[in-house]
């Protein structure tokens, strides 16, 4: 099937594929959804170098993540080639002795040319490229990746996430929470211009570790797995220029469709004080209902 995106003429294929066995979901709705969802999505992606999570043979086959921009996309897909990290050279130095070209999802035609290749994740750093492309460019917020472990969910992470929001209450701008769509609950806080990474690590480890000092029985900064049972980790460490995390409004590679979505402070609480995980876990259909209802949860980060 040949379709028209914005000007663009993409060639789709296998849509009536299956690519979430347990509902049925296919890979034509897939590309609906990132179409209907990109006027919310694509400004969180532009600018940002994406990695992309590919699962041709849906979730139940093997997946694998590409970072490279593949070397058959059009010539339109805009890219930027950022430092290698594998070199043991590290981030910021001069003279890189590689780089990696990634693809940038500026436009509609982009994102629906990513998802017919069965991208269903994208993931993308805590940076933009900027008009000089000087790479990695400064951190524009702080993350906090709450990851429940054994014997927790995600109304753990909500307990954590309030926890961390009142340790910011009149010193910062309000962290906005969204959920992983996996397991977790994502907290974001816009950073000063000029931040820099160094200072931007340094306060989320402390405070992370004030967070763990003060609830010990059900919080840990160690990715340990022997320490993670029953408690929630703070995963503090992605505050780093080589990490990245699922972009907002991502599809997850689970097996059922459901996606990586914004949620109020309200809907946290009500999750706390229901202890139900379902509550914070949206299908596609919810996604776009919720943004048709709310807008964009998220667009002071955009």
């Not at 849906?58 to 970072?67: D, L, M, T």
């Not at 080589?242 to 991502?250: F, I, M, Q």
């Not at 809907?267 to 706390?272: A, F, L, W, Y």
Request: aromatic letters at 8%; charged letters at 25%.
């Amino acid at each position: 099937m040949v379709a028209a995106v914005e000007g663009r003429r993409l060639s789709l294929s296998n849509l009536g594929k299956v690519l979430y066995p347990a509902t049925g979901f296919t890979k034509g709705e897939m590309l609906d959804y990132y179409s209907r969802i990109a006027p919310v999505m694509l400004p969180h992606l532009r600018d940002r170098p994406v990695t992309f999570r590919r699962f041709p043979d849906g979730v139940g086959g093997k997946s694998f993540v590409e970072k490279h921009v593949p070397s058959h996309a059009p010539e339109w897909v805009t890219t930027v080639r950022v430092p290698s990290t594998g070199t043991g050279h590290g981030w910021g130095g001069s003279g890189y002795p590689g780089e990696v070209e990634y693809a940038v999802v500026a436009d509609q035609p982009t994102l629906i040319w990513a998802a017919n290749l069965a991208v269903i994740e994208f993931h993308v750093p805590l940076w933009r490229a900027g008009p000089r492309r000087t790479l990695p460019g400064k951190p524009d917020h702080l993350v906090f990746d709450l990851d429940p472990g054994p014997g927790t969910s995600i109304v753990e992470c909500c307990r954590v996430a309030s926890w961390i929001a009142g340790r910011m209450t009149g010193r910062d701008r309000e962290p906005l929470a969204k959920a992983s769509g996996s397991k977790g609950l994502q907290l974001y806080v816009g950073l000063p211009a000029r931040t820099s990474w160094d200072a931007a690590r340094e306060r989320a480890l402390r405070l992370a570790q004030a967070v763990a000092q003060d609830h010990p029985e059900l919080v840990v900064t160690s990715m340990k797995k022997d320490l993670r049972r029953g408690r929630v980790l703070i995963d503090w460490s992605q505050n780093h220029p080589a990490k990245t995390t699922v972009a907002v409004y991502s599809l997850r590679g689970t097996a059922d469709p459901s996606a990586s979505a914004p949620v109020s402070w309200d809907e946290v609480r009500d999750c706390e004080r229901g202890g139900d995980p379902q509550r914070l876990r949206f299908t596609p259909d919810q996604v776009l209902d919720r943004v048709q209802r709310h807008g964009d949860l998220f667009a002071s980060l955009a």
